[in-house]
Nanobody
Framework: QVQLVESGGGSVQAGGSLRLSCVAS????????LAWFRQAPGKEREGVARILIGGGGTYWTTYYSDSVKGRFTISQDNAKNTLYLQMNSLKLEDTGTYYC????????????????WGQGTLVTISS
């Protein structure tokens, strides 16, 4: 059974940084797609970063939405089975609940591709 648990959310001023973590228990990090989505109040959930893992975990490729490219970095620690999202130069529009998601067979920013979701962690950016 796969369980995703996010942490690291909080309140920070614009321009600041946060690092989100997602522990993926029951998930094999030898392949598949892991992603971070976010949902702002009153808006649809959108993908912000994803990592496609292949070759039995020996290589990976990252993708970012245009809104976070150059500011956010997605990474994973195989030994800890943990996915991270380093968020720098935070903006007011980065406010929202951030979700970790895992997909076994496909990869993209389409929510329907993902088989497992975490409960979310709230990020609030203030001016």
């Amino acid at each position: 059974q796969v369980q995703l648990v996010e942490s690291g959310g909080g309140s920070v001023q614009a321009g600041g940084s946060l690092r989100l973590s997602c522990v993926a228990s029951g998930w094999s990090n030898r392949g598949g797609c892991l992603a971070w989505f976010r949902q702002a109040p009153g808006k649809e959930r959108e993908g912000v970063a994803r990592i496609l893992i292949g070759g039995g975990g020996t290589y990976w490729t990252t993708y970012y939405s245009d809104s976070v490219k150059g500011r956010f970095t997605i990474s994973q620690d195989n030994a800890k089975n943990t996915l991270y999202l380093q968020m720098n130069s935070l903006k007011l529009e980065d406010t929202g609940t951030y979700y970790c998601a895992a997909a076994r067979w496909s990869c993209g920013f389409d929510r329907s591709l993902f088989d497992y979701w975490g409960q979310g962690t709230l990020v609030t950016i203030s001016s």
